[in-house]
């Protein structure tokens, strides 16, 4: 019995076949892209033949298959997978915990946190309470799902003036990830909060330069511009999954507000 049927991985041909489908391509132009005969693509895509590491990897290349993805690929085929996976408390990832820990204090006073690849919580700063502030407990319970939490009516929707354009901009984002990765938990996730009140913008295009989340906080409406950072050379799952979410002052009221509440004095948001 083959690897794929004991785990109960559909074969690799099958998984082959569903991402070049899902890229929208065909077996000419995936097979000339990867330097074999349409022939030997069609063989491995029906399972007469078993695909080499070497081209399985060159496929995944030009399928754009993401990092966890090429590793299922491998897996049914009989290899090894190409990336490792810890969790965030082990050993090795002691680095990755240490610049994590960095980046979040050198955003303070502005918040910033830090998600998974299903916009899990994993860390924040103290910052984030500002954003925070008055969502519902069920919410704020672990695991916390930041998504969930920004547009649920028991959490920040009540607070963000602009909801409309905001939650049709995490829908989008959301979307396009639920797309490119074919992760079927970010589009139930997307199905969820597709379905909580809240409107949509139609204006906001998904091409916008820049979408602002604008929130009421002490009587008053702060302006936000989020910016996404990752490790661009992270080899180990986890890494290569996390996104640090930062919020930065979009105007000078902001940058005092932010610093009054985090008791330090004001930033230029400009520099």
């Known amino acids: 019995m083959s690897a794929a049927l004991d785990s109960g991985r559909p074969p690799v041909g099958a998984l082959v076949r569903t991402w070049r ?3 929208r ?5 995936l097979s000339c892209a990867c330097g074999v005969s349409t022939r030997h693509l069609s063989f491995v895509e029906t399972g007469r033949s078993r695909p080499g590491r070497q081209l399985l990897l060159r496929l995944a290349e030009q399928l754009d298959v993401p990092p966890r993805a090429r590793n299922d ?3 049914a085929a009989g290899y090894a997978p190409q990336h490792p996976e810890h969790r965030l408390a082990d050993a090795p990832m002691a680095p990755v915990r240490q610049a994590l820990e960095l980046l979040l204090a050198a955003y303070e006073p502005f918040p910033a946190l830090v998600v998974d690849r299903c916009w899990t919580l994993v860390a924040a700063n103290r910052s984030t309470g500002l954003l925070t502030a008055g969502a519902a407990g069920h919410l704020l319970e672990p695991p916390v799902n930041v998504l969930r939490l920004s547009l649920h009516p028991d959490g920040l929707a009540p607070r963000i003036t602009n909801l409309a354009q905001w939650r049709s901009h995490l829908l989008h984002r959301l ?6 990765t074919a992760d079927p938990v970010l589009a139930r996730l997307h199905e969820e909060l597709a379905a909580l009140p809240g409107g949509s913008d139609p204006d906001a295009a998904p091409e916008a330069v820049v979408v602002p989340l604008r929130i009421r906080h002490d009587g008053q409406e702060l302006v936000f511009l989020s910016t996404v950072t990752t490790f661009g050379t992270a080899v180990d799952l986890t890494a290569a999954e996390l996104s640090i979410e930062t919020f930065l002052p979009a105007d000078a009221r902001t940058a005092a507000a932010t610093s009054r509440c985090a008791g330090t004095s004001p930033a230029d948001p400009g520099t």
């Open 175 to 180: 979307a396009r990830d639920a797309a490119a």
């Open 73 to 75: 690929l491998l897996l």
């Open 21 to 23: 489908r899902r890229r």
């Open 25 to 29: 391509l065909s077996q000419l132009d």
